[in-house]
């Protein structure tokens, strides 16, 4: 806060660049590239260095500040960029088509995509453009298709799925199970459920590699890609039809504040940034903000409003949430759901296919859950009552307050109409609207 302040009296010290990439760095190691590509551009008000400009165009990439990723790849390709350069070249390419991407561009993103892929020279690189073949059939350089074969083939064999060893007989149908849900619907507890009756899975939040994205860049987040692009190369096959699948979806206001609350790390670092201060009621007015703002600018542009990445990285996983039913489950894959028998139970069985709705899991949906997986019915971990309430939690939802026409419109977007009846829809419309 004292920064702030001084920062803008103009009476702040500016650092050296060694300090600005060490402070950035270590704003980059908590997730919050924001107050990391401050501090670089900090470091580069003293000194246009290649390092800063080089690391800003990371962070602005796992900040989603494409455009700003883009400028500084290209200031950095000004200087000597050494062995570098292959690498600048591919954020360069790699950010312009996202930014195409995030633009509805798409034949541009995917010119833009296929020019990176000639400067794909590492696993990262490699399993970021295999990744973005799953939305765009890219006709890939040959070179690039030899290194980004020689990582896929490297990786399956420590990352394989076990829906491929079901698939080729190695796993018995009957043994395994694909969990396909959205974070924070109750995928945790079904988890844990399967591995207690020994049942092996495969978890997977999205079968879009866009979708549901890491605040954080690690190492694992290239098991992840090897994951999720052999999944959905499984999918693909006709035997696919006979593996057990279940579903899940959740009201999304409840989904969003919960969402936000399970990275509470990084919620901080906003909300005080923000506010001031770390309050329930700060908490409060940032969630119904960031929703208000979501929907007046139809999930777009949000960096505009609010000028940072923490508060773009909620947004844009609340925007994939609500078009996970209608653009993935029902589009993609090619599931769908009996509507009305969904309104009527909480959930939906049909063949290999059971899906739920988290808040109208009763006791007889878990029956049948249990049925469906083939074991012995026990309580699933959901319908139990909560023998200990977060109160702070419970008081930053009872501070969200929204109009009423906001509300609909979020309803309207997820398809409420299919999970829920008018009744329920009403009642949970008057629970979050100051109507």
Same mark, same amino acid.
């Given at each position: 806060?004292? @920064?702030?302040?001084?920062?803008?009296?103009?009476?702040?010290?500016?650092?050296?660049?060694?300090?600005?990439?060490?402070?950035?760095?270590?704003?980059?190691?908590?997730?919050?590239?924001?107050?990391?590509?401050?501090?670089?551009?900090?470091?580069?008000?003293?000194?246009?260095?290649?390092?800063?400009?080089?690391?800003?165009?990371?962070?602005?990439?796992?900040?989603?500040?494409? @455009?700003?990723?883009?400028?500084?790849?290209?200031?950095?390709?000004?200087?000597?960029?050494?062995? #570098?350069?292959?690498?600048?070249?591919?954020?360069?390419?790699?950010?312009?088509? #996202?930014?195409?991407? &995030?633009?509805?561009?798409?034949?541009?993103?995917?010119?833009?995509?296929?020019?990176?892929?000639?400067?794909?020279?590492?696993?990262?690189?490699?399993?970021? &453009?295999?990744?973005?073949?799953?939305?765009?059939?890219?006709?890939?350089?040959?070179?690039?298709?030899?290194?980004?074969?020689?990582?896929?083939?490297?990786?399956?064999?420590?990352?394989?799925?076990?829906?491929?060893?079901?698939?080729?007989?190695?796993?018995?149908?009957d043994k395994y199970v694909f969990i396909? $849900?959205?974070?924070k619907t109750g995928s945790t507890s079904?988890?844990?459920?399967?591995?207690?009756?020994?049942?092996?899975?495969?978890?997977?939040?999205?079968?879009?590699?866009?979708?549901?994205?890491?605040?954080?860049?690690?190492?694992?987040?290239?098991?992840?890609?090897?994951?999720? +692009?052999?999944?959905?190369?499984?999918?693909?096959?006709?035997?696919?039809?006979?593996?057990?699948?279940?579903?899940?979806?959740?009201?999304?206001?409840?989904?969003?504040?919960?969402?936000?609350?399970?990275? =509470?790390?990084?919620?901080?670092? %906003?909300?005080?940034?923000?506010?001031?201060?770390?309050?329930?009621?700060?908490?409060?007015?940032?969630?119904?903000?960031? &929703?208000?703002?979501? =929907?007046?600018?139809?999930?777009?542009?949000?960096? @505009?409003?609010?000028?940072?990445? +923490?508060?773009?990285?909620?947004?844009?996983?609340?925007?994939?949430?609500?078009?996970?039913?209608?653009?993935?489950?029902?589009?993609?894959?090619?599931?769908?759901?009996?509507?009305?028998?969904?309104?009527?139970?909480?959930?939906?069985? #049909?063949?290999?296919?059971?899906?739920?709705?988290?808040?109208?899991?009763?006791?007889?949906?878990?029956?049948?859950?249990?049925?469906?997986?083939? =074991?012995?019915?026990?309580?699933?971990?959901?319908?139990?009552?909560?023998?200990?309430?977060?109160?702070?939690? %419970?008081?930053?939802?009872?501070?969200?307050?929204?109009?009423?026409?906001?509300?609909?419109? =979020? #309803?309207?977007?997820?398809?409420?109409?299919?999970?829920? $009846?008018?009744?329920?829809?009403?009642?949970?419309?008057?629970?979050?609207?100051?109507?």
């Amino acid at each position: 806060m004292k @920064d702030k302040v001084l920062a803008g009296l103009g009476l702040l010290k500016k650092v050296s660049p060694r300090v600005a990439l060490a402070k950035a760095r270590e704003c980059a190691e908590r997730g919050d590239y924001r107050g990391a590509i401050s501090y670089l551009d900090e470091g580069l008000e003293r000194h246009n260095n290649f390092s800063l400009l080089f690391e800003k165009a990371i962070y602005c990439g796992a900040a989603q500040k494409y @455009d700003e990723g883009v400028s500084a790849a290209e200031s950095a390709l000004k200087h000597d960029c050494g062995e #570098y350069t292959n690498s600048v070249l591919f954020l360069k390419h790699y950010y312009s088509g #996202y930014s195409a991407f &995030l633009k509805k561009k798409h034949e541009a993103a995917k010119e833009q995509f296929a020019i990176a892929g000639d400067y794909a020279d590492n696993p990262s690189n490699c399993a970021a &453009l295999a990744i973005q073949s799953l939305n765009y059939d890219i006709k890939f350089k040959p070179e690039f298709h030899k290194k980004c074969e020689e990582f896929l083939g490297t990786s399956k064999a420590f990352f394989s799925s076990n829906c491929r060893l079901c698939l080729d007989g190695t796993i018995p149908f009957d043994k395994y199970v694909f969990i396909y $849900t959205p974070p924070k619907t109750g995928s945790t507890s079904l988890v844990s459920l399967l591995e207690k009756n020994n049942l092996l899975f495969d978890k997977i939040h999205s079968l879009n590699g866009t979708s549901f994205v890491s605040n954080k860049r690690t190492a694992s987040s290239l098991a992840f890609n090897s994951l999720l +692009i052999d999944i959905n190369d499984c999918i693909k096959k006709d035997d696919f039809k006979k593996i057990r699948v279940v579903s899940s979806i959740r009201e999304p206001i409840s989904w969003f504040i919960s969402f936000v609350y399970h990275h =509470i790390g990084i919620l901080r670092v %906003e909300v005080e940034y923000l506010y001031g201060a770390f309050t329930e009621e700060n908490c409060s007015l940032y969630l119904n903000v960031m &929703l208000e703002r979501g =929907i007046a600018n139809n999930f777009s542009n949000i960096i @505009d409003g609010f000028g940072n990445s +923490i508060t773009e990285y909620f947004m844009s996983n609340l925007a994939a949430y609500l078009k996970w039913y209608s653009g993935e489950y029902r589009n993609k894959v090619g599931y769908n759901i009996d509507a009305e028998a969904l309104k009527r139970q909480g959930f939906y069985r #049909y063949g290999t296919i059971f899906f739920y709705v988290l808040e109208k899991m009763s006791q007889q949906g878990a029956m049948e859950l249990c049925n469906f997986l083939g =074991i012995d019915c026990m309580e699933y971990p959901n319908v139990r009552p909560r023998p200990v309430k977060n109160e702070f939690y %419970e008081s930053v939802k009872a501070g969200v307050r929204l109009d009423l026409d906001v509300v609909l419109s =979020i #309803y309207s977007i997820f398809s409420c109409d299919k999970f829920y $009846t008018q009744s329920e829809m009403n009642a949970l419309a008057q629970r979050w609207s100051d109507a």
